[in-house]
């Protein structure tokens, strides 16, 4: 039988934060603005060419022939952020898919699943295999980040920002393997409190997260020009803390003897006790850019 298989831009696209979008507003206007919102979307897919392949809850899968459509579909999705008052997370991936009835199936979907997943609010990520057949227009758009370790993969794969406007982050660029360190607990955390400058915040079931990161409106902000303006998100769930990195330089966490753990675009669960470096090595508490963290377990 001749092969099924046909390479495509995969596009997926979510909604960022819709969870605290239902509690702030309410079940009945979060989900008439989300449908309003997708199909804005689905008209952004067909205006360049491309085809939805399926909804996601809050968010779409589609697809494209060509690799610049697809770069210029996520660069729209973007535009329309401000109209609808929300953030849109974006990963296209280049490769071969199997189509199926309504679906596409193949490795491909789950690197383009992941490189989303990673991507921070108001953010379009791309693969290498995307971005090295855009035109030399949109190519001068992107902007190295890091190569991150995905599940099933051997070796990490290098990750880009596509860039919508002067949103250039002041940090040094770098390219530096991503991993993730999990550690496993015998009892059930409960608390994790975070402590910069004074300030103290405590996580718990009753307050489940907490955005990290150098602008205003950041939950915990931190003064430093090492850190991103989004830099990390800290949630509750399964019983532990997970902190997510969405930054430029990453993120460099010690605890106890250990060496540091760098994140780039990665996540690991917050266990015991250290320091937290957003955007730089933590050395000790009093620099402008760390963070002292205490996790309390039941």
Do not use: W
Request: hydrophobic share 40%.
């Amino acid at each position: 039988m001749p092969s099924l298989e046909k390479p495509l831009a995969l596009l997926f696209v979510d909604i960022a934060d819709s969870t605290m979008l239902y509690e702030r507003v309410g079940n009945v206007t979060a989900a008439a603005l989300t449908q309003r919102v997708l199909a804005h979307l689905r008209r952004l897919v067909d205006e360049n060419r491309g085809g939805v392949i399926k909804s996601l809850g809050d968010g779409l899968l589609a697809a494209f022939p060509l690799r610049d459509d697809s770069a210029r579909t996520a660069c729209a999705m973007i535009g329309i952020e401000d109209q609808y008052g929300l953030r849109l997370r974006i990963g296209i991936h280049f490769g071969s898919v199997i189509e199926g009835v309504g679906d596409l199936y193949g490795d491909a979907c789950n690197v383009a699943a992941r490189v989303q997943q990673i991507a921070r609010p108001g953010e379009i990520l791309a693969t290498q295999a995307l971005v090295e057949g855009l035109s030399p227009d949109l190519r001068g758009r992107t902007k190295p980040l890091s190569n991150v370790a995905m599940k099933g993969k051997t070796t990490p794969i290098p990750v880009h920002q596509i860039r919508t406007g002067d949103d250039a982050e002041d940090a040094i660029d770098s390219t530096t393997l991503g991993f993730s360190l999990v550690s496993e607990v015998g009892r059930r955390m409960v608390t994790l409190h975070l402590a910069y400058r004074g300030q103290d915040i405590t996580l718990s079931q009753a307050l489940p997260r907490v955005t990290i990161g150098r602008e205003d409106s950041s939950g915990l902000r931190i003064a430093s020009r090492q850190t991103s303006r989004q830099h990390a998100v800290v949630d509750f769930t399964r019983e532990s803390f997970l902190l997510t990195d969405h930054s430029t330089n990453g993120t460099f966490i010690r605890s106890g003897g250990s060496p540091p753990l760098v994140l780039r675009r990665d996540a690991t669960k917050l266990v015991g006790s250290g320091l937290i470096g957003f955007g730089a090595e933590a050395r000790d508490e009093g620099q402008d850019h760390v963070v002292a963290f205490r996790a309390e377990l039941a």
